[in-house]
DNA sequence: AAGTGGTCTAGACCACGTA
DNA sequence: ACGTGGTCTAGACCACTTG
């Protein structure tokens, strides 16, 4: 039997059927069984192995197409959401400028560091105390204009020898990379916004007098499987620029 | 045959019967046919007046649950959504303590005020230049500290009467108020935010030192139709505090 | 032509809340 | 006991993509 394919529990007190349905094609999934891009089987072949109707597995894999976890395309097959530049400009990227235009920033790296983890790194990445982590340092400039400052805090077991061996730049869809060189899949990420005062630092880089207001966003990004795996601190010039969010 | 009910269309390029249900459904709920709180009729029911079977009319209604115009309760119905204080705290409240608490602040009015509306009232509101609008501005206080400081316009047309015959006061939780009082029902939001310098008065109001970086958040809520009926400018002390969001 | 997802039916039975 | 939503089946046919 396939793995994953364990019967399903059909007693008095079980989940639904679509439920572990689901949970076994997450599990499937968040295991690398079915890697980012591939198509996973067809509902009627799921059906069939696993004796269910097609409408439970379509309930099954509709719940995950919801979660962007599935893309269905019709006529071709049902697949494992991959980090695409597009994922990355609508679905994790908010800064647009004051005509609601969105437009990924070039990014130019300052440098990748090694470190033990801080408090507040250590804290938000579930991470011991003094764990090694990778520190990056980047400036992105929209349409020119350096906007955002922003270091990414990596813990160093999930993403051994990056900045290593002459490596001085990264790709400017940062998820794609990491899924693509280190099969770390980002799913789920958590933002805390406030205002703060610009540094020295910040203002130089910038181009900015000293103590601008900028805003400051920190960022936890996780997996399927909610494990923090990137710490990203960014602080943005809003002189021209917002960060935007619909409520539904 | 009831409003609404006009025979479904089945031809070649129809939309999914689906899709015009759901539609449907959506029309009698901003018609104010069955306002928030309602329970609609039953699927089985509508399944039968329309001559469908209950599963495509369920997933009309699931459609609208997973926007949150309806929401079902097991053993009872469905019903039109409403405002109460938990959809204000979770859905459209996105400040929290740097702990992650939330919790809906106090808030005290300043003054309610009839004025034309400003260039940027008017774009956003998609007014003309001088409509009559209401602006109320207002301090809200977390655990006892001020923290917001709020200015809110709305047009005068659609809250005729708002602020008159010795009202000086407003509950907390608006959007409430908005459904109950005006018949406006708040459905989508979309918010920018900005870091901003304290003005004098901000600092005054909210006790800090003049030009300490602010959270600007300027919220345009719209309704069903996607009208936009109020603006909301609220500048938030973040020392203590943050705007949280979670992308999935 | 064959295989995929997308829509739809006409039933069945279960879980839940009210009376 | 009754009516509601919640799950599930076994089929059918359509729309789309590829060989």
Same mark, same amino acid.
């Given at each position: 039997?396939?793995?994953? @394919? ?6 008095? +007190? #079980? ?12 599990? &499937?999934? =968040? ?7 591939? #198509?996973?089987?067809?509902?009627? =072949? !799921? *059906?069939?192995?696993?004796? /269910?109707? $097609?409408?439970? /597995? ?11 976890? !599935? ?12 980090? +695409? =530049? ?12 004051? +005509?609601?235009?969105?437009? @990924?920033?070039? =990014? &130019?790296? @300052? ?10 790194? #250590? #804290?938000?990445?579930?991470?011991? *105390? ?7 340092? &980047? ?5 020119? *204009?350096?906007?955002? /400052? ?7 077991? !999930? ?20 899924? $693509? ?47 923090? /795996? ?19």
């Amino acid at each position: 039997m396939k793995p994953g @394919l364990e019967a399903l529990s059909t007693g008095k +007190d #079980a989940m639904p059927l679509y439920v572990q349905i689901r949970r076994m094609l997450v599990a &499937r999934i =968040s295991s690398g069984d079915w890697p980012p891009g591939m #198509a996973i089987q067809s509902e009627i =072949s !799921l *059906a069939r192995e696993l004796g /269910v109707s $097609q409408g439970t /597995v379509r309930k099954a894999v509709t719940d995950l197409v919801e979660t962007n976890i !599935l893309r269905r395309k019709q006529g071709l097959g049902t697949f494992v959401a991959t980090h +695409d =530049s597009d994922r990355a400009l609508f679905h994790f990227f908010h800064i647009a400028d004051d +005509d609601g235009h969105k437009a @990924l920033p070039e =990014s &130019r790296v @300052l440098g990748f560091r090694r470190n033990k983890a801080s408090r507040l790194e #250590a #804290a938000r990445l579930q991470l011991k *105390a003094g764990t090694a982590v990778i520190r990056i340092e &980047r400036v992105r400039s929209i349409a020119g *204009a350096p906007t955002v /400052v922003e270091t990414i805090t990596l813990p160093e077991k !999930l993403f051994a020898g990056l900045g290593k061996n002459g490596e001085t730049e990264l790709p400017n869809t940062l998820y794609e990379y990491y899924e $693509q060189r280190f099969g770390i899949t980002i799913h789920t990420s958590q933002e805390r916004l406030k205002a703060i005062s610009a540094t020295a630092r910040d203002a130089a880089l910038l181009k900015l007098e000293a103590a601008t207001p900028l805003l400051e966003i920190e960022r936890v990004a996780l997996t399927l499987d909610h494990i923090p /795996v990137e710490l990203r601190v960014s602080r943005c010039n809003t002189r021209n620029h917002h960060y935007q969010n619909t409520i539904f």
